[in-house]
């Protein structure tokens, strides 16, 4: 919703600029003399407000807006004659600077090449153009300006990729801190658990021998049964003592929880993670009264995990949305902004964990591209497991 409202207040902010540029274009088609513009003001007017009204759509489509201004005035100037002034000048500017600011680099070159064929096209078909050179000096000087604009757009443009860049592989430096923390916290847990065990195993070994003895000796020797008896005391107040200090360790890792595995409830908490490393993450639990089986839980907290260190790592993202909802199933979906899937993310080994884990629990899985042209993953889990 958030960016929603940002990308509506763009475009109109966008059409704004546009309407102001397109009135003074429209200034210089009307104050033209009769003689400069022989044809139709109307068509020519008509012409200039469609380049004019391109701007509007500088962001959701540079490539397109670029080519349908140049296209018309192409066909305008070929047909009635190009009109003269800045305001007719502006708009191509602005388009220039967008197109290679918000595209790629093919589709950034290829609005370049067919706004200066445009240009330069139009110096020739106009029927104003007496054959002098004034007309083409002017036509080189404009696409050498729109060369200047278009070359300010893409240095913005690589600015904020490298930006982006840096935001990224900071999260990911963070995400991958965290990781090793949490990795080597539980390394430690289970090498307790192992030594628990043993201690406990060891004890109860000795004990269980000690009372067979006793028990053996309680008849025949008193004395004896009662020192085998003082063992078992002595060995299992040991065995307690060395219990008691392993789970004071495992309580110092973790004082909240002796328990390691990952759950909703942990979602919180790898959200703020990736968040404080760079990337906004917002996140929303509606869970209600239902249970989730802590194999869902726990298979839904990995699939967010790795999407989350996929949007770091490909998506050049700048938010990711998570939203975990209960009914019939627990369904999830997680979408960000950034460049959006493609053949080499949908053969990716964290995709295909996913769709394992997804497959497992007999769920069903989605994965595109989302509205607003990002990464998007939808996945349904039943809810019919046991906990």
Excluded at 97 to 125: F, K, N, W
């Amino acid at each position: 919703m958030w960016r929603a409202k940002t990308e509506r207040q763009r475009f109109v902010a966008d059409a704004a600029l546009g309407l102001v540029l397109g009135l003074l274009g429209e200034s210089d088609v009307w104050s033209g003399s009769a003689e400069s513009l022989p044809g139709s003001r109307w068509a020519i007017s008509l012409s200039w407000a469609v380049a004019a009204g391109c701007i509007a759509f500088r962001r959701r489509a540079p490539f397109a807006a670029l080519t349908v201004a140049s296209v018309a005035t192409l066909v305008e100037s070929a047909v009635y004659g190009a009109p003269e002034g800045l305001g007719t000048f502006l708009p191509f500017l602005v388009l220039f600077y967008s197109v290679a600011a918000y595209e790629g680099m093919g589709l950034a070159v290829t609005g370049l090449g067919i706004a200066l064929t445009s240009a330069v096209t139009q110096t020739y078909l106009d029927p104003l153009n007496d054959g002098n050179r004034t007309n083409l000096v002017a036509s080189l000087g404009f696409s050498a300006v729109g060369v200047v604009a278009w070359a300010c757009g893409f240095a913005v443009r690589r600015r904020r990729e490298a930006r982006s860049q840096k935001a990224a592989l900071a999260a990911r430096a963070e995400l991958d801190r965290w990781e090793a923390a949490t990795t080597a916290a539980g390394d430690e847990r289970a090498r307790i658990a192992r030594e628990l065990h043993d201690v406990v195993s060891h004890s109860l070994g000795i004990v269980v021998v000690q009372a067979e003895a006793a028990d053996e000796l309680l008849a025949s020797d008193p004395d004896g049964a009662r020192r085998a008896i003082e063992g078992i005391r002595r060995t299992a107040r040991d065995g307690l003592v060395e219990m008691r200090r392993m789970l004071g360790v495992l309580r110092a890792l973790d004082p909240e929880s002796l328990d390691v595995q990952p759950s909703l409830a942990t979602l919180p908490e790898l959200a703020s993670k990736v968040t404080a490393a760079g990337l906004p993450v917002s996140l929303s639990i509606e869970t209600g009264d239902r249970p989730v089986p802590s194999g869902v839980a726990i298979s839904t907290y990995r699939i967010v995990q790795e999407s989350l260190t996929n949007a770091i790592k490909h998506s050049q993202a700048t938010r990711v949305d998570v939203r975990v909802r209960c009914g019939e199933t627990l369904d999830l979906e997680i979408e960000d902004d950034g460049i959006g899937p493609d053949d080499n993310t949908r053969a990716g080994h964290g995709l295909v964990g996913i769709r394992e884990r997804v497959a497992a629990l007999g769920g069903t899985l989605d994965v595109g591209r989302g509205e607003s042209g990002g990464f998007r993953l939808v996945a349904a889990l039943p809810l019919g497991g046991t906990s």
